[in-house]
Protein backbone atom coordinates (compact mmCIF):
# COMPACT_ATOMS: atom_id res chain seq x y z
CA UNK A 1 0.00 0.00 0.00
CA UNK A 2 1.23 3.42 -0.75
CA UNK A 3 0.65 6.27 1.87
CA UNK A 4 2.24 9.87 1.99
CA UNK A 5 1.98 10.83 5.73
CA UNK A 6 2.23 14.98 6.89
CA UNK A 7 1.60 16.26 10.30
CA UNK A 8 -1.07 18.05 9.29
CA UNK A 9 -2.89 15.57 7.29
CA UNK A 10 -4.20 11.90 7.40
CA UNK A 11 -1.96 9.47 5.37
CA UNK A 12 -3.63 9.40 1.49
CA UNK A 13 -3.24 6.63 -1.00
CA UNK A 14 -3.72 7.07 -4.94
CA UNK A 15 -6.88 5.94 -6.10
CA UNK A 16 -8.47 5.37 -9.20
CA UNK A 17 -12.22 5.63 -10.24
CA UNK A 18 -14.14 4.42 -13.28
CA UNK A 19 -16.91 6.47 -14.21
CA UNK A 20 -19.94 6.54 -16.12
CA UNK A 21 -22.42 9.42 -16.88
CA UNK A 22 -25.33 11.37 -18.81
CA UNK A 23 -23.67 14.79 -20.20
CA UNK A 24 -26.88 16.80 -20.54
CA UNK A 25 -27.01 17.22 -16.60
CA UNK A 26 -23.97 18.43 -16.65
CA UNK A 27 -21.89 21.57 -18.30
CA UNK A 28 -18.78 19.77 -19.20
CA UNK A 29 -16.72 17.29 -16.98
CA UNK A 30 -14.30 20.14 -15.65
CA UNK A 31 -14.52 22.09 -13.01
CA UNK A 32 -16.18 25.31 -13.27
CA UNK A 33 -17.71 27.28 -9.64
CA UNK A 34 -20.32 28.72 -11.66
CA UNK A 35 -22.26 25.21 -13.10
CA UNK A 36 -23.05 21.85 -12.61
CA UNK A 37 -19.76 19.48 -13.73
CA UNK A 38 -19.32 16.14 -13.28
CA UNK A 39 -15.51 16.53 -11.93
CA UNK A 40 -17.45 19.47 -9.43
CA UNK A 41 -19.76 17.10 -8.08
CA UNK A 42 -16.93 14.57 -7.64
CA UNK A 43 -14.80 16.46 -5.93
CA UNK A 44 -17.79 17.49 -3.34
CA UNK A 45 -19.10 14.41 -2.70
CA UNK A 46 -14.92 12.98 -2.38
CA UNK A 47 -14.22 15.88 -0.16
CA UNK A 48 -17.58 14.92 2.33
CA UNK A 49 -16.82 10.97 2.44
CA UNK A 50 -13.29 11.83 3.17
CA UNK A 51 -14.17 15.09 5.41
CA UNK A 52 -10.96 16.67 3.81
CA UNK A 53 -10.69 18.98 0.11
CA UNK A 54 -9.93 16.06 -2.69
CA UNK A 55 -8.35 17.39 -5.91
CA UNK A 56 -9.47 15.06 -8.99
CA UNK A 57 -7.84 14.36 -12.56
CA UNK A 58 -10.08 13.10 -15.68
CA UNK A 59 -8.33 11.17 -18.19
CA UNK A 60 -10.98 13.27 -20.77
CA UNK A 61 -11.67 16.94 -20.59
CA UNK A 62 -15.36 16.10 -22.22
CA UNK A 63 -17.29 19.00 -23.40
CA UNK A 64 -20.76 19.77 -21.76
CA UNK A 65 -23.76 17.30 -23.55
CA UNK A 66 -21.02 14.87 -24.00
CA UNK A 67 -21.47 11.66 -21.71
CA UNK A 68 -18.90 8.88 -20.72
CA UNK A 69 -18.79 5.22 -20.20
CA UNK A 70 -15.37 4.89 -19.00
CA UNK A 71 -14.29 7.98 -17.72
CA UNK A 72 -11.12 7.61 -15.33
CA UNK A 73 -10.17 9.81 -12.40
CA UNK A 74 -7.88 9.67 -10.18
CA UNK A 75 -7.29 11.25 -6.72
CA UNK A 76 -5.55 10.92 -3.17
CA UNK A 77 -8.13 10.16 -0.45
CA UNK A 78 -7.10 9.49 3.29
CA UNK A 79 -6.21 5.48 3.52
CA UNK A 80 -9.30 4.96 6.30
CA UNK A 81 -11.95 5.54 3.02
CA UNK A 82 -13.06 2.20 2.62
CA UNK A 83 -12.58 1.90 -1.53
CA UNK A 84 -15.58 -1.23 -1.36
CA UNK A 85 -18.01 0.64 -0.42
CA UNK A 86 -16.93 3.92 -2.34
CA UNK A 87 -18.61 3.27 -5.49
CA UNK A 88 -22.38 2.86 -4.24
CA UNK A 89 -21.48 5.68 -1.74
CA UNK A 90 -20.31 8.11 -4.46
CA UNK A 91 -22.83 7.04 -7.02
CA UNK A 92 -25.88 7.67 -4.30
CA UNK A 93 -24.40 11.00 -3.60
CA UNK A 94 -24.14 12.12 -7.12
CA UNK A 95 -27.22 10.60 -8.81
CA UNK A 96 -28.86 10.23 -11.25
CA UNK A 97 -26.33 11.85 -13.27
CA UNK A 98 -23.20 9.70 -12.67
CA UNK A 99 -22.23 6.47 -11.66
CA UNK A 100 -19.20 5.18 -10.26
CA UNK A 101 -18.49 1.80 -11.63
CA UNK A 102 -15.16 0.77 -9.69
CA UNK A 103 -12.90 2.36 -7.26
CA UNK A 104 -9.53 0.84 -6.37
CA UNK A 105 -5.51 1.37 -4.93
CA UNK A 106 -3.32 2.83 -7.97
CA UNK A 107 0.33 3.37 -7.94
CA UNK A 108 1.48 6.49 -6.62
CA UNK A 109 2.70 8.41 -9.51
CA UNK A 110 -0.63 6.82 -11.86
CA UNK A 111 -2.20 9.95 -13.35
CA UNK A 112 -5.48 9.39 -15.04
CA UNK A 113 -4.22 11.99 -18.28
CA UNK A 114 -0.81 11.56 -18.49
CA UNK A 115 -0.63 8.29 -17.26
CA UNK A 116 -3.28 7.03 -20.58
CA UNK A 117 -2.20 5.64 -23.34
CA UNK A 118 -4.78 5.94 -25.77
CA UNK A 119 -8.68 7.15 -25.36
CA UNK A 120 -11.75 5.60 -27.00
CA UNK A 121 -14.62 7.52 -28.32
CA UNK A 122 -17.68 6.28 -29.68
CA UNK A 123 -20.79 8.38 -31.51
CA UNK A 124 -24.19 7.35 -32.26
CA UNK A 125 -26.25 8.60 -35.35
CA UNK A 126 -29.57 8.25 -35.89
CA UNK A 127 -30.39 7.84 -39.53
CA UNK A 128 -34.00 8.06 -39.98
CA UNK A 129 -36.28 10.40 -41.09
CA UNK A 130 -38.48 10.60 -37.56
CA UNK A 131 -36.33 11.39 -34.76
CA UNK A 132 -36.89 8.82 -31.52
CA UNK A 133 -37.61 11.19 -28.39
CA UNK A 134 -35.95 7.88 -26.48
CA UNK A 135 -32.83 8.56 -28.40
CA UNK A 136 -32.28 11.80 -28.37
CA UNK A 137 -30.09 12.88 -25.54
CA UNK A 138 -27.43 9.94 -26.49
CA UNK A 139 -27.60 10.49 -30.53
CA UNK A 140 -27.71 12.64 -33.19
CA UNK A 141 -30.16 12.85 -35.48
CA UNK A 142 -29.96 12.57 -39.08
CA UNK A 143 -32.40 13.10 -41.56
CA UNK A 144 -30.29 12.57 -45.04
CA UNK A 145 -29.91 9.29 -46.14
CA UNK A 146 -25.85 8.53 -45.70
CA UNK A 147 -23.66 5.68 -47.81
CA UNK A 148 -21.94 3.90 -45.36
CA UNK A 149 -19.33 2.66 -47.14
CA UNK A 150 -18.25 6.06 -48.30
CA UNK A 151 -17.62 7.42 -45.23
CA UNK A 152 -15.72 4.45 -43.89
CA UNK A 153 -13.46 5.09 -47.03
CA UNK A 154 -13.09 9.06 -46.29
CA UNK A 155 -11.44 7.49 -42.51
CA UNK A 156 -8.35 5.67 -44.10
CA UNK A 157 -6.63 9.48 -44.83
CA UNK A 158 -7.01 10.18 -41.21
CA UNK A 159 -4.83 7.13 -39.63
CA UNK A 160 -1.25 7.57 -38.66
CA UNK A 161 0.23 10.88 -36.90
CA UNK A 162 -0.94 14.12 -38.38
CA UNK A 163 -1.78 17.82 -37.82
CA UNK A 164 -5.33 17.79 -37.41
CA UNK A 165 -5.46 21.43 -37.36
CA UNK A 166 -8.75 21.25 -39.95
CA UNK A 167 -10.42 19.16 -36.92
CA UNK A 168 -9.82 21.61 -34.35
CA UNK A 169 -11.10 24.25 -31.86
CA UNK A 170 -7.85 26.12 -31.66
CA UNK A 171 -6.94 27.50 -27.83
CA UNK A 172 -6.33 31.10 -27.04
CA UNK A 173 -2.77 31.55 -26.20
CA UNK A 174 -1.71 34.78 -25.00
CA UNK A 175 0.14 36.80 -28.06
CA UNK A 176 3.58 35.89 -26.62
CA UNK A 177 2.85 32.41 -26.55
CA UNK A 178 3.73 29.49 -28.69
CA UNK A 179 0.37 28.16 -30.18
CA UNK A 180 -0.01 24.61 -28.96
CA UNK A 181 0.89 21.67 -31.76
CA UNK A 182 -2.15 20.06 -32.80
CA UNK A 183 -0.70 16.84 -34.01
CA UNK A 184 -1.76 13.81 -33.07
CA UNK A 185 -1.80 10.25 -33.49
CA UNK A 186 -4.95 8.44 -34.68
CA UNK A 187 -5.31 4.58 -34.10
CA UNK A 188 -8.36 3.50 -35.62
CA UNK A 189 -11.95 4.14 -36.89
CA UNK A 190 -14.76 1.85 -37.32
CA UNK A 191 -18.39 2.42 -38.72
CA UNK A 192 -20.73 0.16 -37.93
CA UNK A 193 -24.52 -0.28 -38.80
CA UNK A 194 -27.42 -1.26 -36.07
CA UNK A 195 -31.24 -1.53 -35.66
CA UNK A 196 -32.53 -0.44 -32.66
CA UNK A 197 -35.66 -2.44 -30.83
CA UNK A 198 -37.84 -0.30 -32.62
CA UNK A 199 -36.50 -0.77 -35.99
CA UNK A 200 -34.55 2.34 -36.71
CA UNK A 201 -31.31 3.17 -38.47
CA UNK A 202 -28.54 3.19 -35.47
CA UNK A 203 -24.82 3.97 -36.80
CA UNK A 204 -21.53 3.71 -34.93
CA UNK A 205 -18.41 5.04 -35.11
CA UNK A 206 -15.72 4.29 -33.14
CA UNK A 207 -12.37 6.18 -32.93
CA UNK A 208 -9.48 5.73 -30.87
CA UNK A 209 -6.48 8.19 -31.02
CA UNK A 210 -3.17 8.44 -28.07
CA UNK A 211 -5.11 11.98 -27.51
CA UNK A 212 -7.35 14.24 -29.35
CA UNK A 213 -7.58 17.91 -29.76
CA UNK A 214 -10.76 19.91 -28.40
CA UNK A 215 -13.62 18.99 -30.51
CA UNK A 216 -11.93 17.05 -32.85
CA UNK A 217 -14.50 13.92 -32.85
CA UNK A 218 -17.16 15.65 -33.10
CA UNK A 219 -15.47 17.71 -36.05
CA UNK A 220 -14.43 14.44 -37.93
CA UNK A 221 -17.56 12.76 -37.45
CA UNK A 222 -20.04 15.82 -38.78
CA UNK A 223 -17.44 16.14 -42.01
CA UNK A 224 -17.48 12.41 -42.37
CA UNK A 225 -21.32 12.84 -42.18
CA UNK A 226 -21.19 15.47 -45.09
CA UNK A 227 -19.34 12.82 -46.98
CA UNK A 228 -21.88 9.94 -46.72
CA UNK A 229 -24.82 13.10 -47.63
CA UNK A 230 -22.92 13.46 -50.67
CA UNK A 231 -22.00 17.15 -49.60
CA UNK A 232 -18.15 15.87 -49.86
CA UNK A 233 -16.65 13.09 -51.24
CA UNK A 234 -13.80 10.84 -49.77
CA UNK A 235 -11.13 11.98 -51.91
CA UNK A 236 -11.20 15.22 -50.47
CA UNK A 237 -10.84 14.03 -46.95
CA UNK A 238 -6.67 13.74 -47.30
CA UNK A 239 -6.86 17.92 -48.66
CA UNK A 240 -9.10 18.94 -45.66
CA UNK A 241 -6.51 17.04 -43.55
CA UNK A 242 -3.49 18.95 -45.09
CA UNK A 243 -5.20 22.38 -45.25
CA UNK A 244 -4.73 22.88 -41.36
CA UNK A 245 -7.46 25.49 -41.48
CA UNK A 246 -10.80 24.54 -39.56
CA UNK A 247 -12.79 26.19 -42.32
CA UNK A 248 -11.76 23.51 -44.71
CA UNK A 249 -13.73 20.68 -42.97
CA UNK A 250 -17.33 20.28 -42.39
CA UNK A 251 -19.89 20.74 -39.79
CA UNK A 252 -19.00 19.66 -35.94
CA UNK A 253 -21.54 17.12 -34.75
CA UNK A 254 -23.74 18.16 -31.53
CA UNK A 255 -22.31 17.04 -28.60
CA UNK A 256 -24.88 14.27 -27.49
CA UNK A 257 -23.79 11.41 -29.98
CA UNK A 258 -20.49 11.59 -28.40
CA UNK A 259 -19.19 9.16 -25.38
CA UNK A 260 -15.83 8.70 -23.81
CA UNK A 261 -15.91 5.25 -23.93
CA UNK A 262 -12.75 3.82 -22.93
CA UNK A 263 -9.00 4.89 -21.85
CA UNK A 264 -6.56 2.47 -22.31
CA UNK A 265 -3.76 2.46 -19.62
CA UNK A 266 -0.29 0.14 -19.22
CA UNK A 267 -0.93 -3.41 -17.25
CA UNK A 268 -2.43 -3.72 -14.70
CA UNK A 269 -4.26 -0.81 -13.73
CA UNK A 270 -7.11 -1.91 -15.59
Keep these: MSTSISLNEPARRRVRLLVAYEGSHFHGFAVNNDVRTVAGELRAALSTISRTAIDITGAGRTDAGVHAWGQVV???????????????????????????????????????????????????????????????ATTWHVVDPLNLALMQMACDPLIGEHDFSSFCRRPKVAADEPEPSMVRRLIATEWTELETERGARLLRFEIRATAFCHQMVRSIVGTLVDVGSGRLTPGQMTGILRARQRTAAGQVAPPQGLCLWEVGYPPPVF
Design 74 to 136: SCDLPVEVDLDSLPRRLTKMCAPGIVVREAAEAEPDFDARFSALWRHYRYSILATPEPDPFLA
